[in-house]
């Protein structure tokens, strides 16, 4: 089984960046896709960017586009979420996903779940 654990949340204000780890172990995790998705208080868990097995093809939800960057280090069984120009808007809790490529933007796609790391940004 691959197991998660993100890392890196916290605090920032408005306009401020924090990176975000997920560590991964158990499996290879150069199998697997990965995807960040977000659940705010209230609303439904979201997309928020994914990568490919190889780390050559990546996706961003509209709302993160330009501001979030995410990125895979299969030798260090870790991939980040860069995150830049924070708003209000984006704090969540952030949990990073396992699946097979082509899993998309549909959390019911990923098979293996961090526990999620808490963002929140305000001034």
């Known amino acids: 089984q691959l197991q998660l654990v993100e890392s890196g949340g916290g605090w920032v204000q408005p306009g401020g960046s924090l990176r975000l780890s997920c560590a991964a172990s158990?499996?290879?995790?150069?199998?697997?896709?990965i995807g960040w998705f977000r659940q705010a208080p209230g609303q439904e868990r979201e997309f928020v960017a994914g990568?490919?097995?190889?780390?050559?093809?990546?996706d961003y939800a509209d709302s993160v586009k330009g501001r979030f960057t995410i990125s895979r280090d299969n030798n260090k069984n870790t991939i980040y979420l860069q995150m830049s120009s924070l708003k209000p808007e984006d704090t969540a809790v952030y949990s990073c996903?396992?699946?097979?490529?082509?899993?998309?933007?549909?959390?019911?796609?990923?098979?293996?779940w961090g526990q999620g790391t808490q963002v929140t940004v305000s001034a």
């Open positions: 158990g499996l290879a995790l150069d199998s697997y896709a």
């Open positions: 990568i490919n097995w190889r780390g050559t093809n990546t």
């Open positions: 996903a396992g699946g097979f490529d082509g899993s998309g933007d549909s959390p019911t796609n990923y098979l293996y």
